[in-house]
């Protein structure tokens, strides 16, 4: 499976990619909300690992801007975020994220998201 993780945090990312590497997935990394629409509008993945706060826009804005495009509204997205809002899960899912993770993520909870 053809993967984009999306996190301006490039340790996590790093972490997220090698795990999901392990499984035999095929990864890119993206730091910032603009080369995360960058690189789905150039070649929709089979799915995305979106960060909610991210530089250039937040993972909301590139959420509703996937969902609402006929090029990409049909690729899964999952949330991974360490936000502690209580509101923000349900808000997700309503805009169309398959999955919403907090972080920190247990690799085994990440690989079964992904596999769902």
């Known amino acids: 499976m053809n993967i984009i993780v999306a996190d301006d945090d490039k340790v996590l990312s790093k972490m997220i990619?090698?795990?999901?590497?392990?499984?035999?997935?095929?990864?890119?990394a993206a730091y910032d909300?603009?080369?995360?629409m960058m690189f789905v509008m150039k070649q929709p993945p089979d799915l995305v690992l979106l960060d909610i706060n991210m530089?250039?826009?937040?993972?909301?804005?590139?959420l509703r801007r996937l969902k609402n495009s006929t090029k990409t509204k049909g690729v899964p997205i999952?949330?991974?975020?360490?936000?502690?809002?209580?509101?923000?899960?349900?808000?997700?899912?309503?805009l169309g994220a398959t999955h919403f993770l907090s972080k920190p993520i247990l690799p085994d909870v990440l690989l079964q998201a992904v596999r769902d």
């Open 17 to 28: 990619c090698g795990i999901l590497s392990e499984g035999g997935h095929i990864t890119v």
């Open 55 to 62: 530089p250039g826009g937040t993972g909301l804005d590139v």
């Open 33 to 36: 909300s603009m080369q995360t």
């Open 78 to 94: 999952i949330i991974i975020t360490g936000s502690t809002d209580e509101k923000l899960p349900d808000e997700v899912l309503k």
